[in-house]
């Protein structure tokens, strides 16, 4: 694994710039379940949970929670565009890894 150069670092600055909030992430993927949803952001499904919770201890996601759901819906977004060949070099990559 290479070393992220200049480029990675400004496409990584530029999530931060970015953050996608709940609601919009949902609103893009309303099919997601919570659990998947808690997959997204790395944490458990009570953290999840709490974030639609009508009391007083309802949290909202923090920082690092809604970089996952931009980087997320980058990635999901790739995955729509790239061309087969693409997904097909994904594969033998992984296959290659677990040898």
Do not use: G
Request: with cysteine; proline share 5%.
């Amino acid at each position: 694994m290479r070393n992220p150069n200049k480029r990675d670092w400004k496409a990584l600055h530029s999530f931060y710039e970015n953050l996608m909030e709940l609601d919009d992430f949902l609103a893009l993927y309303p099919e997601l379940s919570r659990e998947q949803l808690a997959r997204v952001a790395r944490c458990s499904i009570h953290v999840c949970n709490r974030w639609f919770m009508e009391s007083e201890t309802r949290r909202s996601p923090t920082e690092a929670h809604r970089l996952r759901f931009s980087i997320a819906h980058f990635v999901w977004q790739m995955e729509q565009i790239e061309p087969p060949d693409f997904q097909e070099l994904r594969q033998i990559y992984r296959e290659m890894k677990k040898k």
